[in-house]
C-alpha cells in the first residue's frame, strides 16, 4: 500500500523535557488520518515536523517521499496546510490574499470557486480583519486548498463554527479526501474525529497510546452502553454492591454522579433494579451506547483515573 507520510523514531525535546518521545507511524495514500491526544501530548510538534516547520532532536520523516527540512520548498507545491490560528495583515482584503496565495503555486484552485463551495464569495471584497472568526476559520480552509494539494494537513478544523456550518464542511472535506487527497488532520473534537477518520493515532505525554479504526478503539474496550445518574443520597456502602452486576465492568463516582460502564442493554434493567431493589433514590437517569468521546476518556485515563471526590469501583 502507497504510504505519502512516513514517520520514523522522530523524537522533539526542549532542553531536558521530550516533547515527542520515539514514535514511528505512517500515513497511506488517500486516508483520512487523525492524531489526538490531551493539550500536551505532542501533537503540535509533532505535525509541525512533517510539515518542515520544526527540526526534529531525531529520527525520519518522508512526505511524499521526500525529506521536509531538505526538500521543503518542493513538498509546499504539494501540500496544503491550514493552521488552529493565523495572523493576515489587517488592511489585506479576502480577494487579495487568495491571489497572492496563488501566486505561490504552478497551477492553484480556483479561488472564487473555493470562496462559493464555503460561504465567502460575497466578502472577497472585504478586508480579512472585518471577517467573524468563523469566516476566518473557512478562509484559513479555502487557502489550504489553492495548492490543489496532494496532501492536506487540517489542524483543528472547526473551531468557532456553528453546528450547520461544522457537517457542512465535514461533508466537503470528505468529498476532497474521494478525491485523493491524503489528510493529516488534528482535533480535540471527537464527534469529528468519528465522522472522518480512517485511522486514528492517541498520542498522551509524546508517546503512542493506541492507534487504529475508530471502530477498532472501541471494540478494544469491551465496553458497549453507558448508565449515568445523580444519586440523590450519599449512600456509597450500598452503591459500592452495583459492582457485582455482571454486566457493568466499571463504575465511577464523582460525588452525587455516578456513570456505570458494561456491555448489552440489558445493563439498563439491572441497574433500576439495583436502585429499587436497594431503596436508593436517584434522578437524571440516562443510559447510551458509549460515545467515541468516552472511548478517548477511557484511554486517557480520565474514567480510570481518580481526582477529588472521585471513586473508581471495578469488578
Known sequence: MDVDISVSHLSVRYRDFAAVDDISFEVRKGEIFAIIGPNGSGKTSTVECIEGLRRPFSGKISVLGMDPQKRRREINQKVGVQLQSTEYQ??????????????????PADADSLLKEFGLLSKRKSYVSALSGGERQKLSVVLSL?????????????????PEARRNLWD???KINDGGTTILMVSHFMDEVEYLASRVMLLKNGKILTSGTVGGLRKNLNVSHKASFR????DRPRLNGMRSLRC????????????AFGNGESMKEAILEYLYGHGLRYSDFHFQEISFEDVYLFYTGYESGRADGDEQLER
Not at 91 to 101: A, D, H, N, S, T
Request: contains cysteine; glycine residues 6%.
Open 90 to 107: 489587517s488592511r489585506v482584503k479576502v480577494g487579495e490574499l487568495c491571489g497572492l496565495f496563488q501566486s505561490f503555486y504552478p497551477a
Open 146 to 162: 489553492l495548492p490543489n494539494p496532494e496532501v492536506l494537513f487540517l489542524d483543528e478544523l472547526t473551531t468557532g463554527l456553528d
Open 172 to 174: 466537503f472535506i470528505r
Open 231 to 234: 444519586m440523590c443520597d450519599n
Open 248 to 259: 457493568i465492568s466499571k463504575l465511577v463516582c464523582r460525588n452525587h454522579d455516578v456513570t
